[in-house]
Nanobody
């Protein structure tokens, strides 16, 4: 079994900051890309940021310059530092990881999701 557990969500005023964490645990051989998605009420889930195993990052235009994604490969953990938060950032934030559970060939990578953590930004 593999679990992704997020933490760090909460209520913050506009202009404030939050730091999300997501730790992967269980039967893990290797982790490729990790990322954060979000889903606001009535909207589709969208990519916020992603990071490869080698540290290459990708950001949605609406968070560039405000959010920073990072990871600790030794701890199978990904972080999202969110600064200058806006009310429109209010959403449930989900962690995603591409995980290889065994060392068989050819390699098989599966997508795993966390349970989500709510971020609410008040105006």
């Amino acid at each position: 079994q593999v679990q992704l557990v997020e933490s760090g969500g909460g209520l913050v005023q506009a202009g404030g900051s939050l730091r999300l964490s997501c730790a992967a645990s269980g039967s893990i051989f290797s982790i490729n890309a990790m990322g954060w998605y979000r889903q606001a009420p009535g909207k589709q889930r969208e990519l916020v940021a992603s990071i490869t195993g080698g540290g290459i990052t990708n950001y949605a235009d609406f968070v560039k310059g405000r959010f920073t994604i990072s990871r600790d490969n030794a701890k199978n953990t990904v972080f999202l530092q969110m600064n200058s938060l806006k009310p429109e950032d209010t959403a449930v934030y989900y962690c995603n990881a591409q995980i290889r559970r065994g060392n068989s060939l050819p390699p098989r990578w599966d997508d795993y999701w966390g349970q989500g953590t709510l971020v609410t930004v008040s105006s």
